[in-house]
């Protein structure tokens, strides 16, 4: 995995803040992982792959690691980077470090109380995730 966060993102607006976002598609017997986001959260109430702010002192691994622990409760072996996203929402920005997660410990668990689901990418047709979700969706259901 890349250890730096990138210096640059292109074609992004230079008036707002990015937030970077470390994420984690983990895939078992063909179901990928989706979570709920809290309702107060920006995009809340749509699913998600499971992630979080990578936070200024930490690499993109040490954020998808932290993220996944403290969201799920799994320990992530490995990891291979899956592609980036920038998305502008108008109100906000982010970049998206998408990882296929291929190796973990433990059992995922919702342990800030989001629901979570595994999923064949076809059954996620039509479900609500945020509009930045969608290129990770395609790309699913292309394999």
Request: glycine letters at 10%; hydrophobic letters at 40%.
């Amino acid at each position: 995995m890349p250890n730096t966060v990138p210096e640059s993102v292109e074609g992004l607006s230079a008036n707002r803040k990015t937030v970077h976002v470390a994420v984690g598609v983990i895939v078992r017997d063909g179901r990928v992982l989706i979570a709920r986001r809290p309702d107060k959260a920006h995009q809340g109430g749509l699913l998600e792959f499971p992630g979080g702010k990578v936070e200024p002192s930490e690499t993109i691994d040490e954020a998808l690691s932290r993220e996944l622990h403290e969201e799920l409760g799994v320990f992530v072996e490995a990891a291979e980077p899956f592609m980036v996203i920038d998305h502008d929402y108008g109100d906000k920005q982010v970049r998206l470090d998408v990882y296929h997660v291929t190796r973990w410990q433990g059992e995922a668990q919702g342990l800030e109380g989001q629901p979570l689901a595994w999923k064949l990418p076809v059954e996620l047709i039509g479900w609500p995730f945020p509009a930045a979700n969608t290129p990770i969706l395609e790309r699913l259901l292309a394999h």
